[in-house]
C-alpha cells in the first residue's frame, strides 16, 4: 500500500501563461465553470521548479474558455513569466463537499491503478475530458495506458488507501 495520505491540497487550475503587460496572468481553470475557481481561496501556485507560493489575487476577469487574475506579486510581465506553467491549488477543505461515490479530479491524481486481478498499472498521472467520458491517463512502467473512468470499468475507488480498482485487461 503507497504510505501517501490523501491531498489537504487539491489542483484546481494551471497558470497557462501571461496576459500584457501588466503582469496579469491567464488561467486554466479546471472546474466546469471558469468563474468557480476563484471562490476556492486561498490559492498556492506550485512552480514548475516546485517552488510553493501563496498569490494574493486583486482581480480577475472572465476571458475567453479561462480567466486573467492579477496578483499583488506581479507588476510586469517578467514577473508573471515565472508563474506560467505552475499548478494552482487550494485547500479541499474550500471545495463544495461531493455526494459519495464523486470525486474531484484532483482526489484521483497519483491514485495507484490495479486491475481486479491484482496487476497494477501505475498511478493516475492525469485525466482527460472527451465529451463521452472522462479517461484516466495511466503511467506504468512499461507505458502510459488510457482508461475510461466510467461505472463499468472502475469498480473501486479507495482515497485514503490511495488505491483504485478497474476491470481492465493489462495487454491494453
Not at 487539491?10 to 500584457?20: K, L, M, Q, S, W
Not at 492579477?70 to 455526494?99: K, Y
Amino acid at each position: 500500500m503507497p504510505d501517501q495520505a490523501p491531498p489537504e491540497w487539491i489542483e484546481v487550475g494551471r497558470v497557462a501563461g501571461t496576459y500584457g503587460v501588466r503582469g496579469w496572468l491567464r488561467i486554466q481553470p479546471y472546474t466546469t465553470r471558469s468563474e468557480t475557481v476563484l471562490d476556492y481561496q486561498p490559492w498556492r501556485v506550485r512552480q514548475r521548479s516546485g517552488v510553493v507560493e501563496t498569490p494574493t489575487v486583486l482581480e480577475a476577469q472572465i476571458h475567453g474558455k479561462g480567466l486573467i487574475v492579477r496578483i499583488a506579486e506581479c507588476r510586469v510581465r517578467e514577473d508573471a513569466e515565472r508563474w506560467t506553467g505552475g499548478t494552482i491549488e487550494c485547500p479541499v477543505s474550500a471545495l463544495p463537499v461531493l455526494a459519495a461515490g464523486e470525486y474531484y479530479w484532483g482526489e484521483l491524481l497519483g491514485l495507484v491503478v490495479e486491475t481486479v486481478d491484482g496487476v497494477i498499472l501505475g498511478p493516475v498521472h492525469r485525466l482527460l475530458e472527451t465529451g463521452a467520458n472522462d479517461v484516466l491517463v495511466v503511467r506504468g512502467a512499461d507505458r502510459e495506458r488510457l482508461i475510461p473512468y466510467i461505472p463499468a470499468v472502475v469498480r473501486r475507488v479507495d482515497k485514503d488507501g490511495r488505491r483504485m480498482v478497474v476491470d481492465w485487461d493489462p495487454d491494453f
